[in-house]
Nanobody
Framework: QVQLTESGGGLVQAGGSLRLSCTPSGSIFSVDTMGWYRQAPGKERELVATITYSSNTNYADSVKGRFTISRDNAKDTVFLQMNSLRPEDTAVYYC????????????WGQGTQVTVSS
């Protein structure tokens, strides 16, 4: 079964930085779009950023200019560099990956906690 291994979350002060990583495993199919979503307590899960295989990116307005998504296709790893973090960025961050199989299967990571203190 496909597993998404996430790392890089933690507790940081406002203005600090974190770098999240996610590496999927367990599928013979090629990875297509990858990305990051987040969910804060009492709120719906929201898009943070996505990146296609050809490195076309899409960002939520709230993180533009502060976060950068990238990927290493040789390792099927997606990264999220988060700079100038704010308390409102506090959330559980979930890795997302879609595959180029017949059903365009989609998977989610278990989530990694990011907490930004003021």
């Amino acid at each position: 079964q496909v597993q998404l291994t996430e790392s890089g979350g933690g507790l940081v002060q406002a203005g600090g930085s974190l770098r999240l990583s996610c590496t999927p495993s367990g599928s013979i199919f090629s990875v297509d779009t990858m990305g990051w979503y987040r969910q804060a307590p009492g709120k719906e899960r929201e898009l943070v950023a996505t990146i296609t295989y050809s490195s076309n990116t899409n960002y939520a307005d709230s993180v533009k200019g502060r976060f950068t998504i990238s990927r290493d296709n040789a390792k099927d790893t997606v990264f999220l560099q988060m700079n100038s973090l704010r308390p409102e960025d506090t959330a559980v961050y979930y890795c997302y990956v879609s595959y180029l199989d017949a059903r365009r299967s989609k998977y989610w990571g278990q989530g990694t906690q990011v907490t930004v203190s003021s």
